[in-house]
């Protein structure tokens, strides 16, 4: 497997890809393809810590990081990262290639002096990969709640130091619906169905620890 910097040309299968990987996951049909399509060109956007998996020459799996807001109550704001989608073709999943990914642009996020991730996730997928509750480190929405999905991992141990941090996300993750139904009416249809685990999704996305 190579692992290296997304091109140009890449574009059309990690879109291929991110589609596959989540339609019908969280609900009917997905918008994440359309996300991929959209953060390039947003300000927000990293291309440093845009990676493909290569396996034989083949695109099977790609990771993307938008910069992100911590804000403290003093309204001290911390530059952080999150990443998403990250998506792995159905065929190649539970493979260790998400994994690898994961642990490979952390390592360059580091070295680009960023210290925090906080991504939105089921935490049995994310915990072994050293992800928290958020709980455990203040941070909170500017609700000032703290979703069971909201995760938070440390890239230099002790830089969150327990005060309380607000949570924002770039402008780029608010995404049309409407405008992400037309972008995937230009594409092969696929079946929109509906699933258990989007029930599951919608119930731990709906959850807060007190």
């Given at each position: 497997?190579?692992?290296?910097?997304?091109?140009?040309?890449?574009?059309?299968?990690?879109e291929?890809?991110?589609?596959?990987?989540?339609?019908?996951?969280?609900?009917?049909?997905?918008?994440e393809?359309?996300l991929?399509?959209?953060?390039?060109?947003?300000?927000?956007?990293?291309?440093?810590?845009?990676?493909?998996?290569?396996?034989?020459?083949?695109?099977?799996?790609?990771?993307?990081?938008?910069?992100?807001?911590?804000?403290?109550?003093?309204?001290?704001?911390?530059e952080?990262?999150?990443?998403g989608?990250?998506?792995?073709?159905?065929?190649?999943?539970?493979?260790?290639?998400?994994?690898?990914?994961?642990?490979?642009?952390?390592?360059?996020?580091?070295?680009?002096?960023?210290?925090?991730v906080?991504?939105?996730?089921?935490?049995?997928?994310?915990?072994?990969?050293?992800?928290?509750?958020?709980?455990?480190?203040?941070?909170?929405?500017?609700?000032?709640?703290?979703?069971?999905?909201?995760?938070?991992?440390?890239?230099?141990?002790?830089?969150?130091?327990?005060?309380?941090?607000?949570?924002?996300?770039?402008?780029?993750?608010?995404?049309?619906?409407?405008?992400?139904?037309?972008?995937?009416?230009?594409?092969?249809?696929?079946?929109?169905?509906?699933?258990?685990?989007?029930?599951?999704?919608?119930?731990?996305?709906?959850?807060?620890?007190?």
């Amino acid at each position: 497997m190579l692992i290296r910097n997304e091109t140009e040309a890449d574009y059309k299968a990690v879109e291929e890809l991110t589609r596959k990987a989540f339609y019908n996951q969280y609900v009917p049909g997905c918008t994440e393809h359309y996300l991929v399509h959209i953060m390039r060109g947003h300000e927000d956007f990293i291309p440093e810590l845009d990676f493909v998996a290569e396996l034989d020459g083949k695109v099977i799996a790609n990771i993307m990081y938008t910069k992100a807001k911590l804000r403290d109550e003093q309204g001290t704001e911390k530059e952080i990262l999150t990443f998403g989608p990250i998506s792995v073709l159905p065929e190649y999943q539970r493979m260790g290639y998400g994994k690898a990914l994961i642990e490979h642009s952390f390592e360059q996020a580091v070295k680009l002096g960023y210290d925090v991730v906080v991504i939105f996730g089921s935490p049995v997928n994310y915990v072994g990969r050293g992800f928290k509750s958020c709980k455990r480190y203040n941070i909170c929405l500017p609700s000032e709640k703290f979703p069971s999905a909201m995760l938070v991992r440390e890239l230099q141990t002790g830089v969150l130091d327990g005060r309380k941090w607000f949570y924002s996300d770039s402008p780029v993750m608010n995404v049309s619906e409407e405008e992400a139904q037309r972008f995937d009416n230009t594409l092969e249809k696929m079946e929109k169905k509906h699933l258990p685990c989007q029930e599951d999704f919608y119930i731990m996305s709906h959850s807060f620890i007190e």
